[in-house]
């Protein structure tokens, strides 16, 4: 998919807003005799794989099942440790699946607030009065574009850095949520946004009805979209 | 960066009547529920401010003005921009006083006063239009335009009979 999140950060920083919409990530399970040739290591309260990349499961992936049962964090789902579950002989042959880590909610929010502080240091390190802060953020595998309102609140989205089109994107989901979050009366301002994500007018489904990218149209669909009429909900 | 100079097609129109009768409702339930001009207005304008800090953020994203760096830039915006987009009316601007810190808003048309014939006897220090200074301030103080200035107070929406109703800012 080309748009891969959105996230919406208040004024103070906190994360109020996030969603994901990553393609299927890619994931190898396979069956493991003793000794297991992958080192594996803890990082973060999570089991990676550190060396003996091989057959899809690469170097920084993390152990994300075993025999089917997904694990949680450093421990199976009872509660043994995955790194002594692994060391002993007796519980081989082992179905392991390995995939990209996700973030957790924890993470996200951490990370927005950092975002939100080196957004703040980009303004100040502007050789011009009145810059806009950081606009966009460019790696080899995604590029990062920021809206801040007059009011603040940066919109943040996570997206190909081959497509088109975000800028009319970030404004759009601005209106969405003018729309829906604020003309809530139960809404309070600055407070994540809780809404229907499946059913509903919720703020959720409104994002997603507008970032679902059309096989039709290609990496363009964005521009076009966003110029077009699209009926929400 | 293209901003959409038409309004989205789901925009449902609603008739207006309705709309000021509500507002009427509104004022006339908050008479009855409290003795004093000033409480009333007190109450028009809190609830206009929580409209105002809200309504903001719907008005920046759809008309995509930017950022204002005087007052009568400001004025100029909230009258031909804001007033035009959700009441329909453009009131006209004077300044008031020669430092430029001070307008005054004049609404000669003023679609919330359109049924009401004259404010009921003992009433005579009622703001019918307070809920507007309130979405103002709110509104402003949203964009931090409260950081150009030490103090900013609004005063009242005068309705001097219902046919001119004025409204001054102080920044």
Same mark, same amino acid.
């Given at each position: ?33 003793? /000794? ?52 002993? /002989?007796?519980?081989? /042959? ?90 809530? /009366? ?48 | ?5 038409? @309004? ?25 529920? +409290? ?13 206009? +401010?929580?409209?105002?800090? @809200? ?81 103002? @301030? ?34």
């Amino acid at each position: 998919m080309a748009i891969f999140s959105v996230y919406v950060v208040n004024k103070a920083g906190g994360l109020i807003y996030q969603l994901d919409s990553y393609a299927p990530r890619a994931e190898a399970e396979k069956t493991f005799s003793y /000794p297991l040739d992958l080192l594996l290591k803890l990082h973060d309260e999570r089991v990676l794989v550190a060396f003996g990349q091989r057959d899809g499961i690469r170097v920084g992936h993390a152990v994300l099942a075993i025999n089917g049962v997904d694990v949680n964090g450093k421990y199976t789902a009872d509660g043994k440790e995955v790194l002594e579950y692994l060391g002993n /002989p007796a519980n081989y /042959p082992v179905s392991i699946r390995f995939g990209r880590p996700r973030l957790t909610s924890n993470e996200k929010l951490m990370l927005a607030s950092m975002f939100h502080s080196l957004f703040a240091i980009g303004s100040q390190l502007s050789p011009e009065q009145g810059s806009s802060g950081i606009e966009m953020l460019e790696t080899d595998t995604f590029k990062l574009h920021c809206f801040q309102t007059l009011t603040g609140i940066k919109f943040v989205v996570l997206a190909d850095p081959r497509q088109a089109g975000i800028d009319s994107l970030l404004r759009k989901i601005y209106e969405i949520y003018s729309d829906f979050a604020l003309k809530n /009366p139960f809404y309070s301002l600055e407070m994540p946004i809780r809404g229907k994500a499946t059913d509903g007018r919720g703020y959720s489904r409104a994002c997603t009805l507008f970032i679902q990218p059309s096989l039709a149209l290609g990496p363009s669909w964005c521009g076009c979209f966003v110029g077009g009429r699209r009926q929400l909900c | 960066m293209s901003c959409p100079t038409h @309004r989205r097609p789901e925009y449902r129109k609603i008739n207006k009547d309705l709309f000021v009768l509500t507002y009427g409702a509104l004022v006339a339930q908050l008479c009855k529920d +409290y003795e004093k001009d000033e409480d009333v207005n007190k109450y028009l304008d809190k609830m206009g +401010y929580g409209i105002g800090t @809200r309504l903001v953020e719907d008005f920046l994203a759809r008309s995509c003005v930017g950022r204002c760096h005087s007052y009568s830039e400001i004025t100029d915006i909230i009258a031909q921009v804001a007033f035009k987009m959700y009441l329909g009316i453009t009131p006209s601007v004077t300044c008031n006083n020669s430092s430029r810190n001070e307008f005054s808003l004049i609404l000669d048309k003023n679609p919330l006063v359109e049924f009401v014939e004259e404010l009921p006897a003992g009433r005579s220090s009622l703001c019918y239009c307070n809920l507007l200074c309130g979405i103002i @301030r709110g509104a402003l103080e949203m964009t931090h335009t409260t950081e150009l200035t030490h103090n900013q107070t609004i005063s009242g929406g005068h309705s001097k009979g219902p046919f001119v109703q004025e409204q001054a800012y102080f920044y």
